[in-house]
């Protein structure tokens, strides 16, 4: 990698390649982040959802890319002829020189920067004369006959029988030792490196709408873009593509891509016919000539017969602009499986209104009471069948394991209330604070002992049971521990409904012999158990261990976040975190940027839209002049709800098309429908508007929606929703005109503070960056799920809604400084009475008519 000493000048903003005129908010992104980029800082931009954020990152950063490639081909080429001149020079200077020892010496260093330059200079010619070729090959494939769809191909694999997984013996153990280290470390000759974008968004649709966008402006005639996914995206073998998790589809795919070179396996795997040299290639080519999402080269992998999650990774060095999701960006085991080099590189990440949660999430894992029964007793039966055949080394490590198994689970028997332990606590009580879990951590990933258990398991079900009316009890106890894990992941009201049709299986089952079929799957308790174990190895400071016996449940917590996000921000060039609601942002660059204060560049913009285009509300008060607070103590009040009950049928008397109303929870949304239901408000909202509710889990979210579309265009009131803040309709989607004129946030959703988890996150940043830094963070907490509502409606620069909030604990100046300037800017408090505030809202749509 070559970096020029020139800096590059802010272009103007026609010089783009903006697709569209831009706005003056678009114009100063676009600039800044040039300038973010070209002086290698890190930029938080805030712009509102609906500005073309996504889109005006893109054009700001590949403007910068191409202006920087043309900088460091010229620079590069012009450095090395004045090297030349003046190493002319030196020479004919040393031959005149009396210190001919030091003459000779500048000689000698002006040299070795010569042969470094000249390096550089054919490493970059040998790269540009194989991006010649790959076009020329696409050219020619262009010419030539379209090989016929291989997804019939796909369709027949789907009945192919699936392999055996079963390794037993240490011939076996040390077979596989390496395998996917052998995959993933392909080979690398040394290659010029320019500088890639690594562009990653939440999902993989929200991806695809930036190669959708970027075929529109100049950069998609051009510009080498991949979209990077993982194999469970990407595979378009039916046979892998069935496995039931992620672990499993990529054991597969490498057991597959070994098996030629595998002669000791009992099982011989067939090879993956995705994985032809010649049909990568063809993918590869095509995917860096035009800009394809995952969807587009499923299907074009599909058609050519390659593999595209091998064709991406092919690409992946010649790619300028790479789009992949947070967990290939964020986990640093996907980065280095993906062959991820961020050095010298641009980071951007959208929406990362929630990047800290993410972080956490992504970093912390989580073990119950029957995964670790379950694991015990597989481990049990493992070692009992196959003792003989292990080493004794081998066998140490499964005795240990299985050791680490029963103490967790003998601190989970154990009652009391929930605790928060240091991981070195949690292994001293254990007692296995002696047992090397970094060796035993290899020791399962050297055998993939995850994956033959999972084997083992499935053939523990499969075995012939003794009787005809009886199981044997090795196979009661593994239905009854997957009944048990799967009773613990629902929902109460779930778990009602699937204790009764139980019991009726049960009854029935009573009644006649139970077919040797019926064993339900299970999910492999491994797979967990190995990543929790891997959080222990973690520094002790940087997480804590939830210890819930009243849950039967071992929770690993990430409270540091800079320590998995600092390789990032270390090898990054520049770094962008952009999202539509970042403020309030201290406890952003607090926890990820304390090293490098000096890099952070803040930038917040305005809306798009005019400043009539919203009427936003605080309403302290309802109809009757009572106050509203809607406290977890206060809300479900009979007075609290009837002035919301009174609130909601006055406003949609008033609000046109679709309103939606955000509550704090769904067991409050519950409340509140029956309330309405029971007063007779809901049949007199009913008049006019079609009602709906969402519903606790995302069941039937794009349903909902749906009808709720349907009821707009066909009712004449339109249609109110019902939501919760938090829930699945509380972000990412789009209320734009007909669907949202109306936002209604029902109190300040703070989350319970009483979870052990919050309370202990909160003492934390007061121990780490000062006496009330936890109450900051559970008040931005709050604020950003606030914010997150309020964006849902006025997406585009001809839209225009209301919003009212609705609690007195809005009027506090504090709280409105968290709000999004553009609703801030224009808020107004309705001191005057809720009358009042029907009056301004008819007036404001009457005007919009």
């Not at 040393?94 to 260093?109: L, M, V, Y």
């Not at 970059?124 to 696409?138: A, G, T, Y």
Request: aromatic share 6%; net charge positive; with cysteine.
């Amino acid at each position: 990698m070559y970096s020029p000493h020139k800096a590059l000048s802010t272009p103007a903003a026609q010089d783009f390649g903006f697709p569209y005129t831009p706005y003056d908010i678009q114009e100063q992104l676009m600039q800044q982040l040039f300038q973010v980029l070209e002086h290698k800082q890190i930029g938080i931009f805030e712009s509102p959802t609906g500005t073309g954020k996504s889109l005006t990152l893109t054009c700001g950063a590949l403007t910068w890319l191409h202006q920087h490639e043309q900088l460091v081909r010229t620079e590069l080429l012009q450095r090395i002829y004045q090297v030349e001149s003046q190493l002319k020079k030196l020479q004919m200077d040393s031959a005149q020189a009396e210190d001919w020892i030091t003459a000779q010496g500048k000689t000698r260093t002006q040299r070795q920067e010569l042969e470094h330059l000249q390096r550089l200079r054919d490493l970059l010619q040998q790269r540009e004369q194989e991006l010649e070729q790959i076009k020329l090959r696409k050219r020619q494939q262009q010419q030539q006959q379209r090989p016929a769809r291989r997804a019939s191909d796909l369709l027949a694999a789907k009945e192919a029988p699936v392999d055996k997984e079963e390794l037993h013996s240490d011939d076996e153990l040390e077979d596989v030792e390496g395998a996917q280290e052998e995959q993933l470390a392909e080979p690398q000759s040394e290659r010029f490196r320019d500088v890639q974008i690594f562009f990653c968004s939440r999902t993989h649709s929200q991806l695809a709408q930036i190669v959708a966008e970027l075929r529109k402006t100049p950069h998609g005639q051009n510009v080498r873009c991949i979209a990077l996914g993982s194999r469970q995206q990407l595979c378009i073998n039916a046979q892998v593509r069935r496995l039931p998790n992620i672990a499993l589809i990529n054991e597969r795919c490498l057991d597959m891509a070994q098996a030629k070179s595998s002669s000791k396996s009992r099982q011989a795997l067939s090879s993956c016919v995705y994985k032809s040299s010649a049909q990568l290639q063809r993918l590869s080519d095509a995917a860096l000539c035009e800009p394809l999402d995952i969807e587009e080269l499923v299907v074009e992998g599909a058609a050519c017969g390659a593999c595209p999650y091998y064709a991406t990774r092919a690409a992946q060095s010649q790619a300028q602009l790479l789009l992949l999701p947070y967990p290939l960006l964020l986990q640093r085991s996907a980065r280095q499986q993906l062959g991820i080099d961020l050095r010298g590189a641009i980071v951007i990440v959208d929406e990362a209104h929630n990047l800290l949660d993410t972080i956490a999430q992504l970093h912390s894992s989580e073990l119950n009471l029957a995964q670790l029964q379950l694991a015990k007793q597989q481990l049990t039966g493992y070692k009992q069948r196959y003792a003989r055949r292990l080493s004794s080394g081998n066998l140490l490590r499964i005795n240990q394991l299985l050791y680490v198994v029963r103490r967790l689970l003998q601190l989970l028997a154990a009652k009391g209330e929930p605790r928060m332990l240091r991981t070195y606590e949690l292994s001293a009580e254990g007692d296995f604070f002696n047992i090397d879990l970094h060796a035993l951590l290899e020791f399962c990933a050297r055998t993939r002992l995850a994956q033959k258990m999972q084997s083992f398991g499935r053939q523990l079900q499969r075995e012939p049971q003794p009787s005809e009316n009886r199981q044997p009890p090795t196979q009661q106890l593994l239905q009854r521990l997957a009944a048990q894990h799967e009773q613990q992941t629902q929902t109460l009201g779930q778990r009602k409904q699937q204790t009764e049709q139980k019991a009726a299986e049960k009854s029935k089952q009573q009644s006649q012999p139970a077919p040797p079929a019926a064993t339900p799957a299970m999910p492999s308790p491994f797979r967990p158990l190995i990543a929790f174990l891997q959080t222990l190895t973690s520094n002790a400071a940087d997480g804590r261990v939830l210890l819930n016996p009243e849950t039967s449940t071992l929770k690993y917590l990430l409270l540091n976040h800079a320590e998995h996000f600092a390789d990032i921000v270390k090898e990054a060039r520049a770094l962008i975190i952009a999202g539509g609601t970042m403020r309030p942002t201290q406890e952003l660059t607090e926890q990820l940027f304390a090293q490098c204060p000096e890099r952070v560049v803040e930038r917040f913009y305005d809306h798009v839209v005019p400043a009539d285009a919203v009427l936003p509300f605080i309403l302290p008060t309802g109809p009757t002049g009572a106050r509203l607070c809607f406290s977890y103590a206060q809300r479900t009040s009979p007075a609290m709800l009837k002035e919301l009950s009174m609130v909601l049928q006055n406003l949609c008397g008033v609000l046109p098309a679709g309103v939606v109303c955000f509550l704090p929870s769904y067991a409050y949304l519950d409340t509140v429908y029956e309330h309405l239901e029971q007063s007779g408000v809901l049949q007199r909202i009913g008049l006019r508007k079609r009602i709906f509710r969402e519903t606790a889990g995302g069941a039937g979210v794009e349903q909902l929606l749906q009808q709720y579309a349907n009821a707009i265009d066909q009712t004449a009131g339109g249609a109110l929703l019902l939501s919760v803040v938090g829930g699945k309709l509380s972000e990412g989607l789009n209320f734009a005109d007909q669907l949202g004129r109306g936002v209604i946030v029902v109190g300040l959703p703070y989350p319970n503070r009483t979870s052990p988890e919050l309370k202990e996150r909160m003492r934390h940043l007061d121990e780490t960056l000062g006496n009330g830094a936890g109450n900051e963070y559970y008040e931005n907490l709050c604020m950003k799920a606030v914010n997150q509502c309020i964006g849902r409606s006025v997406r585009h620069i001809r839209d225009y809604a209301c919003v009212y909030l609705l609690d007195e604990r809005y009027v506090s100046e504090r709280i409105q400084q968290k709000l999004p300037a553009w609703i801030a800017r224009h808020i107004s408090v309705a001191s005057a009475g809720f009358g009042a505030v029907q009056a301004r809202t008819a007036r404001f749509f009457k005007a919009k008519t």
